[in-house]
């Protein structure tokens, strides 16, 4: 199995952009679907962005209109999220979570579809 540690969270003004950055210890991260997600203050933990284990297909929720891309290395286990155009309402804390192989055809899109998440990177941005 694998365990994400996320990176690269911070303070960034409006407009602003980001990278966060999730490595995923542990042994075969290519055969991992993996995933970016958010929890707002007093919000629900909500999809943004997903990769499959190949890494050609992705996903994200309509709110990220085309602001953010999701990458991934498997040579360093690495899967990153790149986030520009930051807004107030990006403010959260953002997780990366790793569903384990086989190999699935769509990019999960809910927490309960991953079995490994990291601890989570503050992301907050003002106005």
């Known amino acids: 199995q694998v365990q994400p540690v996320e990176s690269g969270g911070g303070l960034v003004q409006a407009g602003g952009s980001l990278r966060l950055s999730c490595v995923a210890f542990?042994?075969?991260?290519?055969?991992?679907?993996m995933g970016w997600f958010r929890q707002p203050p007093g919000k629900e933990r909500e999809f943004v962005a997903g990769i499959l284990c190949i890494g050609v297909t992705t996903n994200y929720r309509d709110f990220v209109g085309g602001r953010f891309t999701i990458a991934r290395d498997n040579a360093k286990s690495t899967v990153y999220l790149q986030m520009t155009s930051l807004r107030p309402e990006d403010t959260a804390v953002y997780y990366c979570?790793?569903?384990?192989?086989?190999?699935?055809?769509?990019?999960?899109?809910?927490?309960?579809?991953?079995?490994?998440w990291g601890q989570g990177t503050q992301v907050t941005v003002s106005s």
């Open positions: 979570a790793a569903r384990a192989p086989p190999t699935i055809q769509a990019v999960p899109t809910f927490p309960h579809e991953y079995q490994h």
């Open positions: 542990g042994r075969n991260f290519r055969d991992y679907s």
